[in-house]
Structure formats: structure tokens, C-alpha cells
Nanobody
Framework: VQLQASGGGLVQPGGSLKLSCAAS????????IGWFRQAPGKEREGVSC????????FTQYSLSDRFTISRDNAKNTIYLQMNNLKPEDTAVYYC????????????WGQGTQVTVSS
């Protein structure tokens, strides 16, 4: 099982980034895939996730007005559109796959660094 994350980078406050996570070796229709993030000195936290079977989504409430998760079933890929980025969004973002709402993570992808700075 592989989760290949990409799309991180350096962006100025107020800017946007779109992260991608391509899944291989899993049956996407049976899993939930999403994103966690970990900022320096902080615990890893859930950001957003989406069910490949029915498209239902969950996004951390405090981020829901700026972050949008989506999926492309044909490509077995999920996306995280992040708008109006703030310095506090700086973190390593990890793709993950597992049970509904990612209450259990079975697979982790490598992280992708997002840095929001002027």
C-alpha cells in the first residue's frame, strides 16, 4: 500500500495550495483517505477526510471555511484545497488511509511540508 503525497511548498499568507494524495495497493472504495498535519512542537492533528465509497467528508471545524477536500475516483487520488493560508497552517501534512473518519489509521503516506510565511 502506498500513499503518495505532493503539493506542499512555501506560500505567502493569504495564498493557496492544493495537496494531492495518490493511493495505490488499496481498494479505495472501501476506505477513508484524508490528511493530518503536525506543526513543530505540536501533536499531529486531523485536518480532513473523505470516504471513497460515498464521498462523505469531514473537515476540522476551524478549517472548514478555508480547506476543501475532494476525490477523483478514477485516479484514486484525493485533494486538499487550502485557501487563505495563515502562518499557523505551517506544518508537515500527512496523507492517511483507514476506517471511517480515520478513527483508525491503517496506512500513512510520507509528509509534505507546507510553509506559510512572508
Amino acid at each position: 500500500v502506498q500513499l503518495q503525497a505532493s503539493g506542499g511548498g512555501l506560500v505567502q499568507p493569504g495564498g493557496s495550495l492544493k495537496l494531492s494524495c495518490a493511493a495505490s495497493g488499496v481498494t479505495p472504495s472501501s476506505v477513508t483517505i484524508g490528511w493530518f498535519r503536525q506543526a513543530p512542537g505540536k501533536e499531529r492533528e486531523g485536518v480532513s477526510c473523505i470516504s471513497f465509497s460515498d464521498g462523505s467528508t469531514f473537515t476540522q471545524y476551524s478549517l472548514s471555511d478555508r480547506f476543501t477536500i475532494s476525490r477523483d475516483n478514477a485516479k484514486n487520488t484525493i485533494y486538499l484545497q487550502m485557501n487563505n493560508l495563515k502562518p499557523e497552517d505551517t506544518a508537515v501534512y500527512y496523507c492517511a488511509a483507514g476506517s471511517t473518519f480515520l478513527t483508525r489509521v491503517d496506512y500513512w503516506g510520507q509528509g509534505t511540508q507546507v510553509t506559510v510565511s512572508s
